[in-house]
């Protein structure tokens, strides 16, 4: 427990489960939006996924996460042929 505290003194602090499950969850789904994009030839569902995939990197606010790979989400479902 002693690392944990001075983790938090540097700054660090571990993301909570809401975070880590939004992650994992656009993570797959961006991976599956990223194979259609593949398959059909369609560049904005190709680039959705690597969207989907890489923004929870940049971004530290577990609401902002959940609000953007909800409209990324939204976005490539009206792609979706």
Known sequence: ??????LGALG????SPAYLSGSILFGII?????RRGRKTS???LTWTGVALMLYPYLVSQTWL???LGAAMCGWAYTRWE
Not at 1 to 6: C, E, F, G, I, R
Not at 12 to 15: A, Q, T
Request: glycine letters at 4%; aromatic letters at 14%.
């Open 65 to 67: 996460l959940w609000l």
């Open 42 to 44: 369609t560049p904005e």
């Open 30 to 34: 961006g991976y599956v939006v990223f």
């Open 12 to 15: 660090l602090e571990l993301p």
């Open 1 to 6: 427990m002693n690392d944990l505290s001075s």
